[in-house]
T-cell receptor
């Protein structure tokens, strides 16, 4: 069974631009979560989707948004990028009601 | 607000040693606690998950314990190997928002 895939793997943007990251969960998984990982703040929860609905949301500004499609694939969008948005963005999928999450390799975003 | 800390921040041991990694959390109203490992530049791999009603879980050379009342968990690694070198993170899932809160991690180096 293929694992969680994230595209792109690396991305360079400039301040003020917007970016869209994609996550394809493991086949059969309908829950997708997004996390931001930085050296200073560590790993922080962004949001969680199940059946195309956002179920949980972390403490991030409205510039961070996401959505989930009917095939469970998910995208997250960051608008008006800031230098501090430079981070590794991780996606994890799971089966709703089961606790184990399976992580993708991440997208490394650099904002210049 | 749940806060998770991990001690030590980094650890270097010779191959074959048994070692203990510590995780502390401030709010004992947790749903479960999970230990992950993260290899450089990669996503997270789930190691052990302990439900709030459980005291410990074991997988191979790994044993994780949970003391909810004192807000502590330990990850015991027996007979460490160079392949165990990675960053180990603990995460708690709370009873309220069901969000994951991660600790900052312990960076482990096992020297051959």
């Amino acid at each position: 069974k293929a694992g969680v895939t994230q595209t792109p793997r690396y991305l360079i943007k400039t301040r003020g631009q917007q970016v869209t990251l994609s996550c394809s969960p493991i086949s059969g998984h309908r829950s997708v979560s997004w996390y931001q990982q930085t050296p200073g703040q560590g790993l922080q929860f962004l949001f969680e989707y199940f059946s195309e609905t956002q179920r949980n949301k972390g403490n991030f500004p409205g510039r961070f948004s996401g959505r989930q499609f009917s095939n469970s694939r998910s995208e997250m969008n960051v608008s008006t990028l800031e230098l501090g948005d430079s981070a590794l963005y991780l996606c994890a999928s799971g089966i709703w009601g089961e606790e184990t999450q399976y992580f993708g390799p991440g997208t490394r975003l650099l904002v210049l | 607000k749940q806060e998770v800390t991990q001690i030590p921040a980094a650890l270097s041991v010779p191959e074959g040693e048994n070692l203990v990694l510590n995780c502390s959390f401030t709010d004992s109203a947790i749903y479960n606690l999970q230990w992950f490992r993260q290899d450089p530049g990669k996503g997270l791999t789930s190691l052990l998950l302990i439900q709030s009603s459980q005291r410990e879980q074991t997988s191979g050379r790994l044993n994780a314990s949970l003391d909810k009342s004192s807000g502590r968990s330990t990850l015991y690694i027996a007979a460490s190997q160079p392949g165990d070198s990675a960053t180990y993170l603990c995460a708690v899932r709370d009873n309220y928002g069901q969000n994951f809160v991660f600790g900052p991690g312990t960076r482990l180096s096992v020297l051959p």
